[in-house]
């Protein structure tokens, strides 16, 4: 069960990594039905934004987008909107420490170079090791928030 999960989830992203080959931090603005593309995010951040979806920073990522709510000039409709998609997508908690920051600087690092097999088998065999609860928990909510689900 746990070999299956792991592929249902990283199968599908293996072949949409290889599909997007040019994929740029920017495109990820389509993530997510568009709904962060109301916010004015330099490149930089975006990059950023990207690692921490590779490396599963998703607590980080979290007060990042915060951090760009308090300082943006948008709509009261479109804050209410991301607001609530924060609320409702929290991560559960293993993902604070899933990964050390040596394995964290490898996915950079592969992430860097557009090798996604590498950083999906890094974070693969972590989610292996989990207790079959965690481990749940954690593939369930990547499934939710993969571009191909």
Not at 27 to 46: C, N, P, R, T, Y
Not at 54 to 59: D, G, P, Q
Not at 109 to 137: C, F, M, N, W
Request: avoid cysteine.
């Amino acid at each position: 069960m746990r070999a299956a999960g792991i592929l249902n989830v990283f199968v599908p992203l293996v072949f949409a990594g290889h599909i997007l080959g040019e994929y740029t931090a920017r495109d990820g603005l389509a993530g997510h039905a568009g709904l962060f593309a109301v916010l004015d995010w330099s490149d930089s951040e975006l990059a950023t934004i990207s690692a921490m979806h590779a490396t599963a920073s998703y607590h980080e990522l979290i007060q990042l987008v915060k951090d760009k709510l308090d300082v943006s000039d948008i709509s009261e409709e479109d804050r209410r909107k991301v607001e609530k998609f924060l609320r409702n997508h929290r991560p559960p908690p293993v993902f604070r420490t899933l990964l050390t920051e040596d394995l964290k600087d490898e996915i950079r690092k592969h992430h860097s170079e557009k090798d996604v097999d590498s950083v999906l088998a890094i974070i693969g065999a972590k989610l292996s090791r989990l207790p079959t609860q965690i481990y749940r928990q954690a593939v369930e909510y990547i499934q939710r928030h993969s571009p191909v689900y």
